[in-house]
Structure formats: C-alpha cells, structure tokens
C-alpha cells in the first residue's frame, strides 16, 4: 500500500476499499467480544468459513469475526447483511444449518431468532427491542467490521474526519469545533473536553502529550473494551486529531495488561494507520507529525487514576499526585498532557466530521451525544448500550434491558461502581445526565450500570465496594487507606447486628474526612455509595441496629 500523502489519495483508496466491500453478496458478521469469545464464537467463525468453503461460496460470502454486539447475556451472535438476520446462542455446531438454510435457502434458522412476551419472535435487528431503541453513533460500527482492518473502517467513512480537520481546518478551528459540541468527558468526571483541550494547548511548553484512558478497571464495566476490541481506529483517529489540536506530537494509549486479543487489535490499527500514513512525519502534507505508543497497566485499580497514570506511563510507581498539580499543565514528564478515557476519543471523529451543530442535537442542554452504558446485574438483556442522553432509566433498564428477568421486582439502580450510588425505584423516570444523576447522589461515572432486585441487600453491596477499594487503594494518603478500613469495621459491626445509632454518625464523620482530604477520585469517592444507600434505604440499616433502652 502506498503512503497516502493528500486528499486525492484518501479519496482513491476510500472508493477502492467501497468498491471491494460492495463485492461481497452477503457478510456474516461473528461477535467476537469478551462474552461471545468465552463462548467459542472464533471456533463458531471458523466452523462458518469452513461450510461456505465447501459450497465454494468463500470468495462471494465473507465471514469476519467482529468486535462486541453488545447483546452479551444472548451470545454468541452473529447478523447476517444485507437483511441484517441477527441470530443469538449460537453454537459451533449450528455452522452448517445457517449456511444450508439461511445463505443458501433464504430461509430463517427458527430456534436461533430472538423472543420475547412483547414482540414474539422476531430475526430482524431492527426488530429486537435492544437493538432498535439504541442510537449506536459509536457501537454501531464494531457489528460491520473487522477490528484489525483499516480497510472496514476507512469504507464506512473512517478517517475522513482526520482528513478534514488536517487539510480543510487549522488546530484553532479544530478546537473550536470541540468547545462547540460541548462534549464532556466520558471518563467519570463530565469536564468539558474543548476546555480541557485548550488548557494544555494554552500551557506554555514546546513539548506536549495526548493520552487514551483505556484502563477500565472498575468492577461491572466494558465500554471502552467493547469500542477498542470492535473499532480501535476510531479512537486512535480521534487521538490523532485531538493531538493537531493540542500541538502535541506524541500520543500514548494506556490499556490493560491481561486482554491480548484487545492489544493486538490496538497495535495492528498503529501498525496500519503508520503504513498509511496517518501517523508519522508530515501527515498528509500538512506538516503535521504524530506518532503513538502503547503502554500497559500494572493491574492495579488506583493506575486508572490520571496523575498515577502518568507516573506509570513515566516507569514509576503509579501513585496519584496532589491535586492541586494539574496534569493539563504538568503531566508526563512535568509536560502538558492531556487525558481522555476512550470514549471521549471516539466522540471526536464523529464531531469534526458532521459538525458541532449537528452532535449538540442530540441528548440534553448540557449532556450531549450518546452514552456507552454497560448492563449488569439483575437484568435480562445484560451487555453493553449506546443511547442519547436524556433517555429515562426507565426506559434504560425495561425497554432495552428487559427488566431483572428474574420475576423479583426492580429496587435500584447503581451508577458508578465502587465510586458511584444507587438510584432507588421511585426515581427510576430520572433522564440518563451527568447533572441530573448526579444531583441524586448517583454520578453516571463511566458507565457501568448494575440493576438491583428486591432481594438485594444493600449493606452487602457497600461492603462489596469498600472491599474491593480497600484492596485497591494505594495506600499513600491516611483518609482514604484508613478511612476505608475504619468503615469497614463499623458496618461489619451493624451487619452483625452490634452497631449502634453512634457507629453511623462516625462513619458519616470519616466519609465527609475523606471527600475532603483525600489525595485523589478514589479516596475522595469511596464513601459515596455508602452515602447513597443511606440516604434511600436508611431502613435496612437502622432494622439491624442496637435499639436504645
């Protein structure tokens, strides 16, 4: 492949690459996602490769094991284009009926179609009640392509953005078009990326960086596996640009240690991306250079944290700093750095390729775009979901998730992990916002949404988290290494049925300690679904309480 060095030959390769993926009658696309992998769906790949060989339809039928589909708790999938017949529980085995009766007979394998008591049986995506109330801007991408082909990506209009915003837009307008859109960080926080942009671009120094976030370490969440394993392009394309921006010629992706097949994904798409040159010296003409390397987490909870993982980056131990060190001005090496968790980074191409007017259409007054929510729990349809904000949990949790499934009734939803808050039923119409959630106590976080039936304990769910945090922390400041451990005790004490009405007011004392004087987002969070449950389901407490004489 020839390096692309202008827009004509971006334009000569996009229509190559259109051209070759229209050849192809039909495509069946495999999920090959955490979930649907565990579950043989490469061996299920295979086995579909292996029957369209032996019709000799390999060269008119393509196969491509693909990134998450999102239905997990139904996988594993496959969808067969152009009709898009989405076929779910899938087995190896079941290869040969799909080709014999699907591709050859035109005919609906019956017993893999999705069901349920509202829409009955249905084969069509379009029909499936998961599927059809999505706005998949992001997620919609990884059931179409191959995760280490560029050429899949660049077909369906990828790169293009990168290629606007270096040949038709200086890194002001750039900028510009981001503060517009007013995407916030997908990360936890909710802070405005343009501004976050502009505070390291505006920072004085020759040398600057650009991070992907991709650690993802609290319990329950997979959205940025889903969208790195499905399309890496998109993320490192929205790095890229981010960086022109910025003026920062160096980018690090930061990833977990213990996924390869989401590290091979990653380094082919670099790989690629050099090859075309998307990445390297004078990227198309523009006299722009970037380049990006990969770097690794040491499994440690607390290295997903910005400033430890800067430090980790640097090849130290990966201990938060003080926050009053600000990592857009001195990160890296004391150099301007600016992070962003890896959705954040997939929203960018989307933005500078149709425009910040067009993306602030959608969701709420101050939550714009979609959301990558990650289902859990006591659901039916449990995976990952792309949707606007705005949407209602209601509609989150009944309409695409399917209800707990279980038969129990819904008690609350839980926003954040370990650092996140319970929403209680009563509450369930508040919209999907960053405001709104968490004016309830609930921060939407990154994502990770666990529903909760009415057997639920929550006392044993806070002691879940504080559980995990405790393991998790690093340990270098007292409010939070202490603070844990403290209210581990005295919760151990009301489960006991030995807690007293003055145990909760030390432990309301030593969560306000913490918010106040912890180094960093764990310590100063770690109360906070503690806080939560007291708040809306104080009774579960005080029934295990000594009663006063």
Not at 423 to 437: M, N, R, V, Y
Not at 480 to 503: F, N, V
């Amino acid at each position: 492949m020839q390096r692309i060095s202008s827009y004509e030959d971006f334009l000569k390769l996009k229509n190559r690459v259109q051209s070759i993926m229209a050849s192809s009658e039909r495509i069946i696309s495999v999920c090959g996602g955490g979930g649907c992998s565990s579950k043989d769906g490469k061996k299920i790949a295979s086995a579909l490769k292996d029957e369209l060989g032996k019709k000799g339809l390999e060269e008119k039928i393509k196969v491509k094991l693909t990134g998450c589909h999102g239905m997990c708790s139904w996988g594993p999938s496959i969808i067969i284009y152009p009709e898009e017949i989405c076929y779910l529980k899938v087995k190896e085995k079941d290869a040969t009926e799909i080709i014999e009766e699907t591709i050859l007979r035109n005919r609906i394998v019956d017993r893999l179609v999705y069901e349920d008591e509202k829409v009955g049986k249905t084969p069509h995506l379009k029909d499936i009640p998961f599927y059809n109330r999505q706005t998949r801007l992001i997620l919609g991408y990884n059931t179409k392509i191959d995760p280490q082909s560029i050429d899949d990506y660049i077909a369906l209009g990828g790169y293009s953005a990168l290629v606007k915003a270096l040949t038709q837009m200086s890194p002001t307008d750039v900028l510009e078009e981001i503060k517009k859109s007013n995407l916030r960080g997908r990360g936890g926080g909710g802070f405005p990326a343009g501004q976050k942009w502009e505070t390291t671009r505006n920072a004085k120094s020759d040398i600057k960086y650009v991070i992907v976030n991709g650690h993802e370490g609290e319990p329950g969440a997979y959205m940025d596996r889903a969208i790195l394993g499905g399309n890496p392009h998109i993320v490192l394309e929205g790095l890229i640009i981010g960086a022109y921006a910025i003026g920062a010629r160096q980018g690090f992706i930061y990833t977990r240690h213990d996924a390869p097949d989401l590290l091979k994904n990653i380094e082919t798409a670099i790989s690629k991306a050099r090859e075309y040159g998307f990445i390297g010296k004078n990227i198309l003409g523009s006299g722009f250079d970037f380049d990006v390397e990969i770097h690794l987490d040491i499994g440690i909870f607390v290295s997903g944290e910005s400033s430890a993982l800067m430090r980790s980056i640097e090849g130290k131990i990966p201990e938060p700093r003080p926050k009053y060190i600000r990592t857009s001005v001195s990160g890296i090496y004391e150099k301007p750095s600016n992070l962003n968790n890896v959705e954040t980074w997939a929203n960018v191409p989307l933005i500078i390729e149709n425009g910040a007017e067009w993306y602030s259409k959608i969701g709420t007054e101050r939550s714009k775009g979609t959301k990558l929510i990650s289902l859990s729990g006591r659901i039916k349809n449990a995976g990952v979901i792309e949707v606007p904000f705005g949407m209602s949990l209601r509609e989150i949790v009944f309409d695409l998730g399917g209800g707990t499934g279980n038969g129990n009734d819904l008690k609350a939803v839980h926003f954040g992990s370990a650092m996140g808050g319970s929403i209680p039923k009563e509450l369930i119409d508040t919209p999907l916002d960053f405001d709104a959630c968490a004016k309830l106590g609930a921060p939407i976080g990154a994502g990770g949404l666990l529903v909760l039936d009415e057997k639920d304990d929550m006392l044993e769910l806070v002691s879940y988290f504080l559980d995990f945090l405790s393991t998790e922390s690093c340990g270098k400041c007292v409010p939070c290494r202490e603070g844990i451990r403290q209210i581990r005790k005295l919760l151990k004490k009301i489960k006991d049925g030995s807690g007293t009405y003055q145990d909760v007011e030390t432990i309301r004392e030593i969560c306000d300690v913490q918010k106040e004087a912890s180094l960093c987002a764990l310590g100063r969070t770690a109360s906070s679904p503690l806080e939560s449950a007291l708040k809306y389901f104080w009774k579960e407490f005080e029934s295990r309480l000594v009663k006063e004489k």
